[in-house]
């Protein structure tokens, strides 16, 4: 159960997009097609913001997307607004009602 | 609305015992499935144990298995988490998280902070 590897951090100004990588292995991340992603802000609970890898749940804006190929799933962030700046975390079954998360990304809006 | 009401943390010695609780309201929580994660001071978030709707089935991640027993009382809407063998890098705010029958955690309480520290 090690965890996936996103980068630390990432970047970008008002208006631009973003992506942020999230590396697994074939026993999680390519072995099933459940990749979800969470948004937590400072002091505040994790938010579901995309499951099934890209599917997004009612409310979430359209501006969170999100795709996956081989062993990597990958969040994008379109038309950066302040209110995106938060960590994000990916997380993926790994079988038998186990789960892994990603280390985190902080997302600094410029 | 959902609403998932975490308790029971607290500073505990290592070596120590713990039971959390988190009590459900605003759904039929009898039909979910229910999780733990943790999230360690700093840190990212990391899953911890696993049960069935029913009860009768449970899974825990590696670095606590064998210490923590996830187990819950339908009748009461409430999911606990017995922790033993405390240790110092089991500190860390404490969340339960509703599976909404599928493959990820829809909804989060706002935590219990545990403490392992002598």
């Keep these: 159960q090690s965890a996936l590897t996103q ?75 302040a209110e995106d700046e938060a960590d994000y975390y990916c997380c993926s079954y790994a079988g038998s009602s186990t789960w892994v998360f990603g280390g985190g990304t902080k997302l600094t809006v410029l | 609305e959902v609403q998932l009401v975490e308790s029971g943390g607290g500073l505990v010695q290592p070596g120590g015992s713990l039971r959390l609780s988190c009590a459900a309201s605003g759904f039929t929580f009898s039909n979910y499935e229910m999780n733990w994660v943790r999230q360690a001071p700093g840190k990212g978030l990391e899953w911890v144990s696993y049960i069935s709707s029913s009860g009768s089935t449970m899974y825990y991640g590696d670095s606590v298995k064998g210490r923590f027993t996830i187990s819950r009382d339908n009748a009461k809407n409430s999911l606990y988490l017995q922790m033993s063998s405390l240790r110092a890098e089991d500190t860390a705010v404490y969340y339960c998280a509703r599976q909404p029958g599928e493959f990820h955690f829809d909804s989060w309480g706002l935590g219990t902070l545990v403490t392992v520290s002598s």
């Design chain 1, 7 to 81: 980068p630390a951090s990432v970047s970008g100004s008002p208006g631009q997009s973003i992506t942020i990588s999230c590396a697994g292995t074939s026993s999680d991340v390519g072995s099933y097609d459940l990749v979800s992603w969470y948004q937590q802000h400072p002091g505040k609970v994790p938010k579901l913001m995309i499951y099934e890898v890209a599917k997004r749940p009612s409310g979430i804006s359209s501006r969170f997307s999100a795709s996956k190929s081989g062993n990597t799933a990958s969040l994008t962030i379109s038309g950066l607004q």
